[in-house]
């Protein structure tokens, strides 16, 4: 397939924004007007920062942290989590995009030719155009790109 | 030399003979065959260009046809409209010439009453007869008759009714009469179901015709309208819908600056498709941020600005007109699209809202928006119109682009070749076509190309070369039998004929070996210029692919542009905006 696993770096908790993935509980920060059940609500800046954080080269640990409550958030004020996101990829060349697993937490960088494992495919241009924060993919292959300001477009 | 010998060696330069003439026959027939060949590829490529050249003049035919076709119904209908309620637009200028006569005082009631009587004799089952009556009948103070006509249009066109009187009233100044017919009309209406005559009410909101009562009034009421119709999915829908299909619209036409991209990328369609839509961004800009300023000459006068939405409420076509206006919105779009019926059709699609009879209110705001020519909507009121329509056009502007990028191919392929083949040496060089895709590097791609070529340029010029060997053999062989038969009877005499035989099959074997020979270097000319032609395109392609990326982008790039102005829609004219406008001052001094 080609890709490679990014090698992954331990931050510090972002106490400025105070946007630190909380565990278990997981504080809901910024709540949004949610779509009862739709996913469609505008995704809050702190789970917005938290999923950038997923790409910003995190410790296993801490990985699996923001992931959980990632899982957390969306589950609870969206009533379902995505499988994962394709975001566009800043490493440059050969990478164009990355894939960001929620179950079990994947990170894995794409170079246009390489491809992806079903259903993330459908999110891959959309993710390239730059144009979105990053894409969720739910189960049944439902895409939601997401705006920067957190707006979802859609479907 | 005995006789046997002389009659052996005569049959051997017999066979010999024929062998040459048998090649030099086949050769011909070779030839000839080639020469067919190319004759029936020369044919079969002007027969296609012929027909390519017969259906553009038959598309071209049938769209004059259709053109002339469509001119001649616009005409056909409006004389039918003409014809059939041409006798309405007396009634309908009689009607605000009433009022403007009453104003200045030059009519006496003796003649408004006799016209609005003949009018209402003459004007069967139209509304606005009865309602000329009743106002006649205002002034001479007949309450009864006053009544009964008011009843009499009310029955035909409850709703055009009340409007009329509630803005007559407030054209006279009697505010609190003119809130009640207002309130009355409002109350009657289903906002999933309104008239075509709704349109006047967001006139009058653009206007501020009603003063401060009927703008709470309608603000409360429009308000809650539009609430209850946004939890509706399907009414909400349904509008995304238009504004895409309006979005839809206005992508740019298909590129024909991409020739080798389009010659040979089997994505080139789709590449087109997706920057057609990317250009729809600036023209959403330039059409909507550009809309028409609403006439800022405004009058201060009350009379003039009611009688301006008095003439849009009785200028309106009543709906036993509307099939005739469809058709001639048709016709119209037809003459529009250069007589492309297909085009005029979806054209007329995403128009034909604009034609019902009723529809809710979320439907009558896009219509003002989209076509507010259709319902009779001055510039002022689709501005307001498209800034309250903000929500939708997003949701569809987002779901728009959404869907052109994810149609982006991640993938662009180059087919490069002729599957027919090349012709070279009188025979036909069948070289695959070659497939390479810009996911790889374009230097990969070219050595790729080059290679593909030139593996099979040899091997195919060596199936030209004259095969020397048999010849050679054939020839020494006859040579050596000539000096073996004939040395016996005179070794001179051999050696001469031999090398007499020798040196003629030598010229020609050479000649014919010259001759391939020549044809392979004619062929490995010709076929190195293919190779080169073929990296040629691939250059180029590369070249049209990085012009075509640059281009995606900086379309696609001003998708934020579009986004933003659709957002700003919304703050520039805030939900309480169109009630906040100016508020007419009325005659009596006072604002109203």
Redesign the interface.
């Given at each position: 397939m080609g890709h490679i696993e990014r090698p992954r770096r331990a931050v510090r908790p972002d106490t400025a924004t105070g946007a630190a993935p909380a565990l278990g509980g997981g504080t809901r920060r910024g709540s949004a007007p949610v779509t009862a059940g739709a996913p469609l609500g505008i995704r809050p800046p702190p789970l917005l920062h938290a999923v950038r954080r997923l790409d910003a080269g995190l410790a296993d640990e801490a990985l699996r942290e923001t992931a959980a409550w990632l899982r957390e958030h969306y589950t609870n004020a969206y009533g379902t989590a995505p499988l994962g996101y394709v975001a566009p990829c800043f490493l440059g060349p050969p990478y164009a995009d990355h894939l960001l697993g929620l179950d079990g937490c994947i990170l894995e960088h794409y170079a246009?030719?390489d491809p992806m494992p079903a259903p993330f495919?459908?999110a891959?241009?959309?993710a390239?155009?730059g144009?979105y924060a990053y894409v969720e993919v739910y189960e049944g292959g439902l895409?939601l790109?997401v705006?920067a300001d957190g707006?979802v477009?859609?479907p | 030399m005995t006789e046997v010998d002389r009659q052996l060696h005569n049959k051997v330069d017999q066979v010999g003979n024929r062998v040459l003439r048998l090649t030099e026959n086949l050769i011909a027939v070779s030839d000839q065959v080639s020469a067919v060949d190319t004759a029936q590829k020369q044919t079969q490529d002007s027969l296609l260009a012929l027909v390519t050249e017969f259906r553009s003049f038959v598309r071209s035919a049938a769209l004059t046809a259709n053109l002339h076709s469509a001119e001649t119904q616009i005409l056909s209908v409006e004389e039918r409209l003409e014809r059939e309620y041409g006798h309405l637009k007396r009634v309908r200028r009689t009607a605000v010439g009433i009022l403007q006569a009453f104003d200045v005082g030059l009519a006496t009631q003796d003649t408004v009453q006799q016209i609005s009587e003949e009018l209402m004799i003459e004007s069967p089952r139209y509304w606005l007869a009865p309602a000329l009556v009743a106002l006649a009948a205002w002034p001479r103070d007949d309450r009864a008759l006053c009544d009964k006509a008011v009843e009499e249009a009310f029955r035909r066109s409850p709703e055009r009714t009340s409007l009329l009187f509630a803005l007559i009233l407030r054209r006279q100044g009697r505010a609190d009469g003119a809130v009640r017919w207002l309130r009355h009309y409002l109350r009657a209406q289903n906002p999933d179901a309104l008239g075509r005559e709704f349109a006047v009410i967001l006139e009058c909101i653009a206007q501020g015709a009603f003063g401060p009562a009927g703008r709470d009034l309608m603000k409360t009421t429009l308000a809650g309208w539009r609430e209850t119709l946004m939890t509706d999915d399907e009414a909400r829908q349904a509008q995304v819908r238009r504004w895409r299909a309006e979005i839809d619209g206005l992508r740019g036409p298909a590129s024909a600056q991409f020739p080798r991209l389009s010659r040979c990328s089997p994505q080139w369609p789709v590449l087109d498709e997706v920057l057609r839509c990317a250009g729809a961004h600036q023209a959403l800009l330039d059409t909507y941020a550009a809309l028409p300023e609403p006439d800022t000459r405004l009058s201060d006068r009350l009379e003039d600005t009611v009688d301006d939405i008095l003439d849009r409420l009785v200028g309106e076509y009543d709906s036993e007109e509307l099939p005739y206006h469809r058709e001639l919105a048709l016709h119209r779009a037809v003459v529009a699209a250069g007589g492309d019926r297909d085009a005029a059709q979806r054209a007329t699609e995403v128009g034909a809202a604009s034609y019902e009879e009723r529809s809710d209110y979320l439907s009558v705001q896009t219509t003002a928006a989209l076509d507010p020519a259709a319902i009779g909507a001055s510039a002022a009121t689709q501005r307001l119109s498209v800034a309250a329509c903000g929500p939708w056009i997003a949701e569809a502007h987002a779901g728009f682009s959404r869907d052109y990028r994810a149609k982006a191919p991640s993938e662009v392929e180059l087919h490069i070749g002729d599957p027919a083949g090349v012709d070279a040496g009188g025979r036909k060089c069948r070289i695959p076509v070659w497939k390479g895709s810009f996911n790889t590097d374009v230097d990969a791609m070219e050595r790729s190309l080059v290679s593909h070529w030139e593996r099979r340029i040899e091997p195919f010029v060596q199936t030209l070369a004259y095969p020397l060997r048999n010849p050679l053999l054939l020839m020494a062989g006859v040579v050596v039998a000539i000096l073996l038969v004939l040395s016996g009877a005179s070794v001179g005499f051999a050696v001469l004929l031999a090398l007499f035989v020798g040196g003629v099959w030598g010229v020609v074997v050479y000649q014919r070996w010259d001759a391939a020979d020549t044809a392979q270097d004619d062929a490995r000319e010709l076929l190195h210029r293919h190779k080169r032609e073929a990296v040629d395109q691939l250059r180029g392609s590369a070249a049209e692919l990085a012009d075509w990326q640059q281009r995606y982008r900086a379309a696609d790039a001003v998708e934020g542009a579009a986004r933003t102005f659709i957002a700003s829609l919304a703050t520039t004219t805030p939900a309480g905006a169109p009630f906040e406008g100016r508020v007419v001052t009325g005659s009596e001094g006072g604002t109203v």
């Open positions: 246009p030719a495919p459908a891959r241009m959309l390239r155009s144009a895409v790109p705006l707006t477009v859609r | -």
